[in-house]
């Protein structure tokens, strides 16, 4: 008896997702995809990949050393 009862959602909905919940899971499924390409990227070229890491470390520290040293006042009391 058990076995001929058909209770619950076992298939696909017949409507698709429509409005933001269309775009969400379009976003979702995009960015997926670029993860993927930039970890395949990443595993069949690590040197570059590491380079380029290592780059934008060196970028990134570099504007922020500029604008900390910017917002330093030059005018020092002990002068």
């Known amino acids: 008896m058990a076995n001929e009862l058909n209770a619950g959602f076992t298939g696909r909905p017949s ?13 979702a499924s995009a960015v997926k995809r670029e993860v993927q390409a930039v970890a395949t990227g990443a595993a069949d070229h690590p040197h570059t990949a590491s380079s380029l890491v290592v780059g934008i470390g060196m970028l ?13 006042e030059t005018n020092r009391f002990w002068r």
């Open 15 to 27: 409507n698709g997702p429509e409005g933001i919940r269309k775009a969400a899971s379009n976003t």
């Open 60 to 72: 990134a520290f570099s504007i922020g050393y500029l604008l900390g040293r910017q917002s330093v």
